[in-house]
């Protein structure tokens, strides 16, 4: 296959402002495609989601195509995709809603070679309720997070949670994630796995991988600035986020506070359309202004009321 650098060049707007960039952390450079799904979302007729008026089955389709597009890059399943503000905040998120199975005498593991971003929320939730934090050290030869030393410095039956990154933005190392994962369920643990590095570089299949959780940030993946948080929607469903009351106790809806950023998640969409390894021969979709098919009788209700069965407890 030939890899036409100028046709792939051409995608990106800002490449023709004439600077080379080397700004990883800042997220990458985002193909035109991107632009013109978030600014045609943005300035077309939407509504709050529902079937009923086409600006309301416009938002619908939107987000439904967003899970899709994202459980696709992640190997997820888009009842499983949660949308973010950011990697950081969906941590945050997670993290005390997790934190209300937590106690004094559980334990939290976090490791040493993390980005802040997935240990300050466990850290803190974990003061907030009593819990021990447990930190995993990295061979400072190798820069690797051994899953042996996880296992024999910090695991034990206490652990209720191991907070790992599956690719380290600062020295470039990858730890064994899935012998990681064997070893936290072993021990009746969650795993959460901080893939923001990970995914910009490596094809993600989160079931392969084990992860409970993955977390990343598709401003690093040619998407526009959200994050995404993928889980299975069973696990979802034993959780209980803080959320309003009339908002639908749906998964994953229920882990996404309020309205959300439809014009963001169309640019998901066209980001996946859009990565240049899909062949840069192969006609590139552009994006186009749609209208939504006719839906006579709405299959959901979207508000709804919280249900009063209790919620199981996350331990093991
Ligand atoms: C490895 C890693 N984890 C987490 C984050 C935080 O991501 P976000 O900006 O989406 O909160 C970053 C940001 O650069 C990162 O590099």
Redesign the pocket.
């Known amino acids: 296959m030939t890899y036409d650098v100028a046709a792939v060049r051409a995608q990106f707007p800002a490449l023709a402002e004439g600077a080379a960039h080397f700004d990883a952390?800042g997220g990458s450079l985002v193909p035109e495609p991107v632009g013109a799904a978030v600014a045609g979302t943005l300035t077309a007729a939407i509504a709050n989601r529902n079937e009923f008026t086409a600006a309301e089955r416009h938002a619908e389709a939107v987000v439904r195509e967003c899970r899709s597009a994202l459980a696709d890059l992640l190997g997820a399943d888009p009842a499983g995709v949660v949308f973010g503000r950011?990697?950081?905040?969906l941590t945050y998120d997670t993290a005390r809603t997790l934190a209300k199975a937590w106690g004094p005498g559980d334990e939290v593991v976090v490791s040493r070679l993390d980005?802040d971003?997935?240990v300050r929320p466990w850290v803190q939730a974990a003061a907030a309720t009593g819990a021990t934090v447990r930190w995993a050290d990295f061979d400072p030869e190798t820069g690797e997070l051994e899953p042996a030393r996880v296992a024999a410095a910090v695991l034990s039956d206490r652990t209720r949670l191991v907070a790992v990154?599956a690719a380290s933005?600062l020295i470039g190392t990858r730890p064994d994630i899935p012998a990681i994962a064997d070893l936290a369920h072993a021990a009746g643990a969650l795993l959460y796995v901080?893939g923001?590095?990970y995914a910009a570089h490596v094809s993600v299949d989160v079931g392969a991988l084990g992860a409970d959780f993955f977390v990343c940030?598709p401003?690093k993946v040619l998407g526009p600035h959200c994050?995404v948080l993928a889980a299975r929607p069973d696990l979802l469903e034993r959780l209980r986020p803080d959320k309003l009351l009339p908002a639908t106790d749906a998964v994953p809806e229920r882990y996404e506070l309020g309205t959300l950023p439809y014009e963001l998640m169309a640019g998901c969409t066209a980001a996946g359309w859009a990565r240049p390894a899909a062949s840069a021969s192969a006609s590139r979709p552009t994006w186009t202004p749609r209208t939504w098919p006719a839906c006579s009788t709405p299959s959901r209700t979207w508000w709804a009321a919280p249900t009063a069965s209790p919620v199981p407890a996350i331990h093991r």
Request: aromatic share 6%; net charge negative; no cysteine.
């Open positions: 952390p950011n990697m950081t905040q980005h971003a997935n990154m933005n901080d923001v590095h940030s401003y994050g």
